[in-house]
């Protein structure tokens, strides 16, 4: 009795495992050229600042300053409240609305925000700058690794 | 002015001269202008209608892509703002966004071929789900973007299988229709709608049939318009076309109006001759009463006054008058004949047996001393087996004697008369012939009209009031018979009576008949 519940069990986890396997061989179909090619289209043309935010409903505040970022070579720290991006204010948005007032000034890359730091306000100017070689390439590796395993050794 | 005018338009009331063609085709001609004025009219009207429904199809072409691009656009908006409710759905159950949770929710949007998750806390740990197929990437493909609280998702799409989604809000159609009633233009405004790729063109296009309007949808997909064609049913093709129908039944009315002119100048062709001919009538018959008169006068005169007269001359004063009485009572009588057998009243018409060659022989020895003096010989061939005609004795006398008349009155040089009585199955033909001038063939058919006289060099010079021939036509169809003439222009004429044969029974019935009502008759 317990072994054949144990068997039906192994065997809806198997056909499960076997079912997401199937999708993940059948998941890209496209040449691993031709993925590379449009992540880097995806990843070229993006400046970005590299804080982690969270929401406080109301206002935003940084969470994390990611190394090596844009963000991290000005004086922006972990706990800043945000108030305003480019002259408009921030103190009742969401990240949402923060990350399209970002996309905004990615044309021009140029950034000024106004925070509050224990209290005090303060102005801090900087430049959105494109993703790193590195990150792009780290991306697309684990992609060709995540969906291209079976194609990868055949594909240039 | 106008009276002078109107003096023009109308000579037959001037003073009785023969009326022209202008006076019956001037109001004719006015009317066709009135009936141009209106087809004219109508053609206008017809062309403002058809303008109007073209305005009318242009508006509703416009007003159906216009609404269905915003219904389009409207879906659109839904179908990709649900992706990102979705997305955030999935990311309020998941902390941290996995590959798994990208490839499902790329697999429940079908139009989405390449997803990228970008996380705020680490970019270089995004994720990536491709769909792409093979070779694809010449593919027109959008990319879009949207913000989550934890990170960004960019994605691309084909715009194709995205409207593809959509495909219901292009198929539903406004369609204005209205029933055609008996009253009503059928109006049926209905538009095809559909949807077009790479289109530049934007607003109303004419179509050989109809129209056609381009709505650009909004953005994202501003590449795509929707297109609005609409054919409206007022201007057809052919008959149908009101423009055509209206042409063309002015042309038929103009049509009738010239079959209407040229029958009213037939018509008044007509009546102009038959003025003519009264004229001619008065013309004739005075000449020929005057000549007479002054005849006898002048002997009469001459005989009062002339004592000293000899015997011979006094004599032929005297034959001279009693010709001119004879031939004067003569026309008298021609003239009562023909009004009485014009107006059909039932002339005493006595039908007795008469045997053809007694009434022949008998007629011409009785005129014989006259034919004689005009210088002209008879010469007989007569079939004297007939057996006796029901026949009115006078009347066939005066009609061969018409015949004779006018032999002698148009002949020239050859002075020679021939008489044929024939005998045919079933006819008696009494024939005429001579040697004189003959008569034009287009006046052939019109001899035999009343107070009618061919026209030679010298009509004036020979005597008559142009009755002769119509006495004898109508004494030849009192008997059922009928009048031939042949003539060559000339060389002679020869003029043929034509009776039908009374059989032996019916003659006798016929005489019976006779006998009892002549006293009615007579």
């Known amino acids: 009795m317990k072994i054949r519940l144990f068997t039906s069990l192994m065997l809806v986890l198997g056909s499960l495992a076997a079912a997401s396997l199937r999708a993940d061989e059948s998941s890209c179909h496209a040449a691993a050229g ?11 043309g993006r400046r970005y600042l590299g804080l982690q935010i969270v929401e406080l409903k109301p206002g935003l505040v940084i969470k994390t300053v990611l190394p090596n970022s844009p963000a991290s070579r000005v004086d922006l720290r972990e706990g800043d409240r945000l108030y305003s991006v480019n002259g408009k204010s921030v103190r009742d948005a969401n990240a949402t609305q923060f990350k399209q007032l970002l996309a905004q000034a990615a044309a021009s890359g140029r950034l000024w925000l106004i925070i509050q ?16 070689e590195d990150y792009i390439e780290k991306v697309i590796s684990s992609h060709l690794a995540q969906s291209h395993t079976a194609t990868a050794g055949a594909q240039p | 002015m106008v009276r002078r005018l109107l003096a023009k338009l109308n000579p037959i009331s001037r003073d009785g001269e023969r009326p022209d063609h202008v006076s019956i085709l001037l109001p004719l001609l006015i009317i066709s202008a009135a009936l141009g004025v209106l087809a004219w009219r109508s053609y206008v009207l017809s062309v403002r209608m058809e303008r109007g429904a073209n305005t009318l199809a242009v508006q509703y072409a416009s007003y159906a892509a216009e609404v269905t691009a915003r219904r389009v656009d409207r879906a659109v908006q839904s179908v990709l703002s649900k992706a990102v409710e979705d997305w955030q ?43 792409l197929g093979t070779s694809e990437a010449s593919k027109a493909y959008l990319t879009r973007e949207f913000f989550t609280s934890t990170g960004t998702v960019r994605y691309k799409y084909d715009p194709s299988r995205l409207l593809a989604e959509v495909q219901p809000a292009i198929r539903q159609q406004p369609v204005i229709r209205t029933a055609p009633t008996r009253d009503t233009l059928a109006v049926e405004q209905r538009a095809d709608v559909t949807l077009v790729q790479g289109q530049k063109r934007q607003g109303l296009a004419r179509l050989a ?43 038929v009315a103009l049509i009738l109006m010239a079959i209407g002119a040229y029958l009213a100048v037939r018509g008044l062709g007509k009546e102009a001759e038959a003025m003519k001919l009264r004229g001619a009538l008065i013309a004739n018959v005075s000449h020929e009463l005057r000549t007479p008169l002054a005849m006898i006068r002048l ?41 009485r057998l014009q107006n059909r009243s039932v002339k005493a018409l006595a039908f007795v047996p008469v045997t053809p060659y007694e009434l022949v022989t008998s007629l011409v020895s009785t005129y014989d001393s006259w034919i004689r003096s005009k210088g002209f010989a008879v010469s ?4 004297d087996t007939i057996e006796p005609q029901m026949w009115d004795r006078d009347a066939v ?13 148009y002949s020239a040089d050859e002075k020679a008369i021939s008489v044929f009585v024939k005998s045919l199955a079933d006819e008696v033909v009494i024939e005429v012939r001579d040697r004189g001038i003959g008569i034009e063939a287009r006046e052939l058919s019109r001899i035999f009209d009343p107070y009618y006289r061919a026209q030679f060099s010298d009509t004036q010079t020979r005597r008559g009031a142009g009755l002769g021939l119509t006495l004898v036509q109508q004494i030849v169809k009192s008997h059922e018979g009928s009048v031939e003439v042949e003539s060559i222009p000339g060389s002679g004429s020869t003029f043929r009576m034509r009776f039908p044969r009374t059989s032996p029974e019916e003659r006798r019935a016929l005489s019976g008949l006779m006998t009892h009502s002549k006293p009615v008759t007579s």
């Open chain 2, 397 to 409: 006398s005066r009609a061969l004697l018409n015949l004779i008349d006018n032999a002698i009155k």
């Open chain 2, 89 to 131: 759905q999935s990311e309020r159950y998941a902390e941290s966004p996995t590959f798994t949770s990208l490839r499902e929710w790329v697999g429940s949007n079908g139009w989405i071929v390449f997803a990228i998750y970008l996380p705020d806390h680490d970019p270089a740990s995004s994720v990536v789900v491709s769909e």
């Open chain 2, 380 to 383: 007989m061939q007569i079939d």
């Open chain 2, 209 to 251: 049939d109809g129209f056609s309007f381009y709505s650009p949808l909004g953005a994202p997909l501003s590449s795509y318009a929707v297109r609005a064609v609409v054919r409206p049913s007022y201007g057809g093709t052919g008959w149908a076309n009101q423009r055509v129908a209206s042409l063309g039944v002015s042309l």
């Open chain 2, 299 to 339: 002997g009469a005169e001459t005989l009062k006054r002339g004592s000293k007269l000899k015997e011979k001359e006094r004599l032929d004063i005297e034959d001279q008058i009693l010709r001119e009485v004879l031939h004067l009572s003569h026309l008298v009588e021609n003239v009562l004949d023909v009004a």
């Open chain 1, 34 to 44: 031709e993925c590379e090619h449009q992540i880097r289209q995806m990843l070229a």
């Open chain 1, 117 to 132: 730091r224990r209290g005090s306000l303060k102005k801090v100017d900087l430049r959105l700058e494109p993703y790193p």
